[in-house]
């Protein structure tokens, strides 16, 4: 008698296959996959490979002309504060608040919250600041992993001025996505085919209607309804998919993907 395999038990986590429908949506409208939290508790392990120019555009609560100052000052190394990052901190001249945030990962890979509480209390990162009009910026020199990060003060001669009113920074992204439990390790390598794959997608053009006296209708030849002098034709019926259609598509790519990979 043939042996039968007994199932296996590795099974796609609900959370995760929620976390991959959530890059895919947000990669469809920004070109970036948004991660609500992951770690970094690896520094180094998945590097920014992305231009500052590309990282900075996305932080859309931040004024053009003072993200085209940012990115320029990342190209030319204008850093206006070496720092150390530590588990707990950011040292430096000026005064920062602990929390760093929208941190770039891969190629477009964006995470909105990112932690490092399994650091070691001896870990130590080096990093430099970037501020434009108290917007301010921060790049590890170990993954140049473009992040957000804020000044609690102005320290002694730092010239780094705090904020005059803190906001929360943002990225670019589809409407808000909930922050889960916990930060997990995040596939950088699905979550960037995700952004690249929906980035390619075409979008269907809005159907084109022949304009006539009656405005974007035809007279039928029934009787008048209404006082018009006849029924309204009905709309032409466009060939090509809504995004919805390219949506739903996609989102099963993606599951095959996240599938497969916990199928290893």
């Avoid at 991959?20 to 490979?49: D, E, Q």
């Avoid at 650091?119 to 170990?142: F, N």
Wanted: glycine share 8%.
């Amino acid at each position: 008698m043939p042996s039968v395999s007994p199932p296996s038990n590795r099974t796609v986590p609900r959370r995760q296959f929620l976390n991959m429908s959530l890059l895919l949506a947000s990669a469809a409208v920004t070109a970036a996959a948004m991660v609500p939290a992951c770690s970094w508790n690896m520094p180094g392990r998945h590097p920014y490979r992305g231009t500052a120019t590309e990282a900075v555009s996305r932080y859309v609560d931040i004024p053009a002309a003072t993200r085209h100052r940012l990115a320029a000052k990342i190209d030319a190394g204008n850093a206006d504060d070496d720092v150390v990052i530590t588990r707990d901190a950011i040292e430096g001249r000026a005064s920062y608040a602990p929390a760093i945030s929208a941190m770039h990962f891969g190629r477009q890979t964006v995470c909105e919250r990112v932690t490092r509480e399994r650091w070691p209390a001896s870990a130590r990162e080096p990093a430099k600041v970037y501020c434009a009009d108290g917007h301010c910026l921060i790049v590890p020199r170990i993954c140049n992993n473009i992040s957000r990060i804020r000044v609690a003060g102005g320290g002694a001669g730092s010239g780094i001025a705090g904020p005059a009113k803190v906001t929360s920074p943002q990225v670019a992204r589809p409407g808000s996505i909930p922050e889960p439990a916990g930060a997990p390790e995040v596939d950088i390598e699905a979550a960037d085919a995700m952004a690249q794959l929906a980035a390619s997608a075409p979008v269907a053009p809005p159907p084109s209607l022949p304009a006539t006296a009656f405005g974007n209708w035809t007279p039928g030849p029934g009787p008048a309804v209404g006082g018009l002098p006849g029924d309204i034709a009905p709309m032409p019926v466009s060939a090509i998919p809504e995004p919805a259609g390219w949506m739903m598509f996609f989102a099963g790519v993606a599951g095959v993907l996240v599938y497969s990979r916990f199928r290893r």
